[in-house]
């Protein structure tokens, strides 16, 4: 039995039950031409397979099977709770805990030059063996730049304020210390500065 367990604006995610598997199905875009449309999403699908089979070498991420068709990526599904849902309910000695390998994780990530584009709390599952799984490498991309992997930072900063913000701060706090595993962590945290007061700027 198949079901649709999410639907954004590039894709559905499907859960294969019987398999116990996960299908991303790029949806196609009636206002782009066949030809085109096709061409996109090919390269969408391949370039965000290579990034979760990438990513899943360095940290917990669902490894994708081989591409049977060009627009879908089938993956095992990861059982567990989205930590947008429930990491508020954890006792904040755990979600401290959480927030440090989370930190450690993103760390490894951008070593690799990985950056995943939309690092919130709806993209990571926590199982029963107490790993985060990160999920949605849609936006990802290869990048070397500091501000990059600084603009991914803001993004889970800003996400914990928006989503958790009865302990935004101590939480981000336990992130950057699981973070500084990364051999350009004090770059990457004085950047994250610069990228928060442009950010400020353009609001006033």
């Known amino acids: ?19 116990n598997l996960v299908i991303k199905n790029r949806v196609p875009k009636s206002y782009r031409l066949k030809e085109l449309d096709e061409k996109i999403r090919k390269r969408r699908t391949k370039s965000e397979k290579k990034l979760l089979e990438k990513a899943s070498k360095i940290i917990d991420v669902p490894n994708p099977f081989p591409l049977e068709e060009f627009d879908k990526i089938n993956m095992p599904f990861i059982q567990g709770k ?13 979600q401290k805990i959480i927030m440090k390998i989370i930190g450690n994780s993103v760390a490894k990530l951008h070593d690799a030059d990985i950056i995943h584009g939309d690092l919130t709390t709806s993209n990571m599952i926590l199982t029963e063996e107490e790993k985060v799984f ?3 490498f ?16 803001h993004l889970l900063k ?15 706090e336990e992130f950057k210390k699981g973070y500084k ?20 700027y353009k609001e006033h």
């Open 181 to 200: 595993k990364n051999k350009e962590a004090e770059k990457i945290l004085e950047k994250l500065i610069a990228v928060e007061k442009r950010g400020r």
């Open 138 to 153: 849609g936006l990802g991309y290869i990048s070397k730049k500091i501000e990059d992997k600084a603009v991914d930072l």
């Open 134 to 136: 990160f999920i949605d």
């Open 82 to 94: 989205k930590l947008s849902v429930y990491l508020d309910e954890f006792p904040l000695k755990k």
């Open 1 to 19: 039995m198949q079901k649709i367990i999410g639907q954004g604006a590039e894709a559905k995610i499907i859960l294969d039950e019987k398999n």
């Open 158 to 172: 800003h996400a914990l304020e928006a989503k958790h913000f009865r302990e935004w701060k101590t939480l981000f």
